[in-house]
């Protein structure tokens, strides 16, 4: 996803494009020159560079896919990165600090920015935490299911959370709160994206049931609440 995706508004069209183009792809009318009803908005790419980024739950392709992009069914790796960027995994062969990789990743704050005793002790937490026995394959193999990249990462939210003195976050919890918004805001971008890269122009109705509501959801960040 090198291009940036822009939004424009003519005819009542909302008109998705990688180039503002010289005619309206809607009704024809020339728009150089043209007053447009708004200028055009650049959407903001939902993925980020995992390794900039401190303190996060990051969401990737699985390894065997990373060159596919998030479908909403291909296989999700999750991580968390460190206050440098390192990011600690659980895969089959244990806990991976990976320093790359994760490149292109749906990034999920886990800590408010003022919370600075935590930041603080956050790479000591992360450390101690991934050397726990739990994370051993040799003394607790990794499943698929229920002992997995994800498992790790809310455990390790829990621990914190227990550690400054809250209550734990449930599976369900964790995943409708802070990851599905998120994921749905990457599948809708994926999506028009292709269209656009298919099309050249993706046309839809400003008034339409819903479908507002969709390039909506893209322009505006998603409100960055997070569980500590
Ligand atoms: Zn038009």
């Known amino acids: 996803m090198e291009q940036s995706l822009i939004r424009l508004t003519h005819c009542q069209k909302n008109i998705f494009c990688f180039l503002v183009p010289e005619q309206c792809p809607s009704c024809g009318e020339e728009l150089k020159g043209s007053r447009l009803q708004e200028a055009p908005v650049s959407l903001p790419c939902p993925f980020t560079n995992g390794h900039k980024t401190s303190c996060c739950l990051l969401i990737a392709p699985?390894?065997?896919n990373f060159n596919r992009d998030f479908?909403?069914?291909?296989d999700l790796h999750t991580g968390i990165s460190n206050t440098k960027g390192v990011v600690y995994n659980y895969t089959q062969t244990g806990v991976h600090k990976d320093q790359s990789g994760w490149e292109h990743s749906v990034s999920i704050p886990l800590v408010r920015p003022d919370m600075f005793h935590l930041l603080d002790q956050w790479d000591n937490y992360?450390?101690?935490f991934s050397d726990?026995?739990?994370?051993?394959?040799v003394w607790h193999s990794?499943?698929?299911?229920?002992?997995n990249c994800f498992s790790f990462c809310l455990n390790f939210v829990n621990t914190v959370l227990s550690a400054e003195g809250h209550s734990s976050l449930s599976k369900d919890t964790f995943t409708y709160n802070f990851i599905l918004?998120?994921?749905r805001r990457v599948s809708k971008?994926?999506?028009l994206y292709q269209q656009v890269q298919k099309e050249q122009y993706y046309v839809v109705d400003r008034h339409e049931e819903g479908q507002e509501d969709s390039s909506e959801e893209i322009t505006n960040k998603v409100t960055d609440i997070s569980p500590i």
Do not use: Y
């Not at 479908?71 to 291909?74: A, E, I, P």
């Not at 726990?132 to 394959?137: A, E, F, N, R, Y």
């Not at 990794?142 to 002992?147: A, C, G, I, L, T």
């Open 62 to 64: 699985a390894q065997d």
């Open 71 to 74: 479908t909403g069914t291909s």
């Open 126 to 128: 992360l450390d101690r």
């Open 132 to 137: 726990g026995p739990m994370w051993d394959p």
């Open 142 to 147: 990794f499943h698929e299911d229920d002992h």
């Open 181 to 183: 918004p998120r994921m």
């Open 189 to 191: 971008f994926t999506t």
